[in-house]
């Protein structure tokens, strides 16, 4: 009986390091702060639920399909699913053509 309380304890911190997981690839997926990198070992269907849950977020926030950061991937190999965030390079320039459409919408 013993055993088996530890195990079902186990597999309870299992699920809430699963779900911090869930949230921390959620969370990077959504702010896309620059040069982040993030791997969790996860099973396909796991990885399958991350995916999906990225896929609504970007629907609902109208992020086209063909943006390339943040991307989620998954090894089959190592069943480790991954998160790379824009590139700091690619941020900074982003920033300033952004400021630079501000100033001119401004200025016109």
């Known amino acids: 009986?013993?055993?088996m309380r530890?195990?079902?304890e186990k597999s309870q911190g299992q699920r809430e390091n699963e779900l911090s997981d869930h949230c921390k690839a959620i969370s990077l997926?959504?702010?896309n702060p620059p040069e982040q990198r993030l791997?969790?070992?996860?099973?396909y269907s796991q990885y399958?639920?991350?995916?999906?849950?990225?896929?609504?977020?970007?629907?609902?926030?109208?992020?086209?399909?063909?943006?390339?950061?943040?991307?989620?991937s998954y090894n089959s190999l190592l069943h480790v699913a991954t998160v790379?965030?824009?590139p700091r390079d690619l941020h900074?320039?982003?920033?300033a053509e952004l400021r630079r459409e501000i100033m001119n919408s401004i200025e016109a």
């Open 1 to 3: 009986m013993t055993k």
């Open 6 to 8: 530890v195990s079902m």
């Open 29 to 31: 997926l959504k702010n």
């Open 39 to 43: 791997d969790i070992p996860l099973n």
């Open 48 to 72: 399958l639920e991350l995916e999906e849950s990225w896929t609504n977020i970007k629907s609902e926030t109208g992020i086209s399909e063909d943006q390339r950061y943040p991307y989620l």
């Open 84 to 86: 790379v965030t824009v």
């Open 92 to 95: 900074e320039v982003a920033a």
